[in-house]
């Protein structure tokens, strides 16, 4: 769909047509094209076409309802990422502040890397100080009570990624503390929520930057038990796809609580119904995902 020179969403339309895509509503279509930018729209072709050649059967609109389904697909899963941090930082200052103190966090000698230490608290000074003029807890430590800010209310200034790379430098014992509350309880606990934290902040900023989660192949794989591996697509060599995103909806059941991670489950089982041309496998999902998960 996408040539390296200009062209007009006349040329577009011309272009999709010779490669043989049927465009029923013309008028719809460059609407589309000129607000969604064609060069970002083709990826959400790549799987109706072979060599720039589309499949017969392959319409513009079979494009927008995978453009349309991913988008919709992209804010379920923010929005329980957003949980998920949310309660990551709870916990985090919560388990922390019991051990070391409302300003604990301040001293670096309470964490294993003080230049990451030291990178995101100056980060987070920085949102300080922006934020100031607007948030009202942070004009009540600093301008009226003139005191440092409470680790569990500070956590508000932290963002997904900077809670993942704290909880990574802090002392063991405080992470398998944390790790139990989140149900890893193995040995490998602290790391595997390490592990899960990360794998959280990549798709995290993916959703929140509107990427495309269809059909993508991700490098950083998911850590799964042998239970969860099994519940993976296995291809006809008999090894298991956990490039797709389904191994990373698989964290977000451990990470959610029950009810939430069922909401999250009824959301998109409502996208695939309100939708139902967009593959799932393209995810991940086992066509059995349903009853699986």
Known sequence: MADKDFKTI?????????????????????????????YRVSGYSLTLRKNDVFAKSATFQNIEDIYNFDHEFRHIILHHIETIEVQMKSIYAYEFTKVYGPLG??????????????EIIDKA?????????????LKH??????????????????TISDISFLYSISERPLKETIAH????????????????????????????????????????????????????IRREDGTMDNSHFFGFFV????????????????????????????????????????EKL
């Open 105 to 118: 966090y301040l001293d670096t000698a309470n964490f294993s890397n003080q230049a990451k230490h030291k």
């Open 181 to 232: 509350r989140f149900g890893l309880t193995m040995n490998r606990g602290p790391e595997i929520l390490g592990q899960y934290m990360h794998s959280m902040t990549i798709i995290r900023n993916l959703c929140a930057h509107g990427s495309r989660i269809y059909n993508r192949l991700f490098e950083q794989k998911p850590s799964l038990n042998k239970k969860e591996q099994a519940l993976l």
């Open 10 to 38: 006349d040329e577009q339309i011309e272009l999709l047509r010779s490669r043989g895509l049927t465009i029923e509503d013309e008028a719809k279509a460059k609407d589309f094209l000129l607000r969604n930018n064609y």
């Open 251 to 290: 964290i977000m059941r451990r990470l959610l609580p029950a009810e939430n991670f069922a909401e999250m489950k009824e959301a998109v089982i409502a996208l695939t119904e309100k939708y139902p041309f967009v593959r799932m496998d393209y995810y991940g999902f086992r066509d059995d995902w349903k």
């Open 125 to 137: 000074n920085q949102q300080k100080r922006q934020r100031l003029a607007h948030e009202a807890y």
């Open 141 to 158: 430590f600093i301008n009226d009570l003139h005191q440092e800010i409470p680790l569990w209310a500070y956590v508000d200034l932290l």
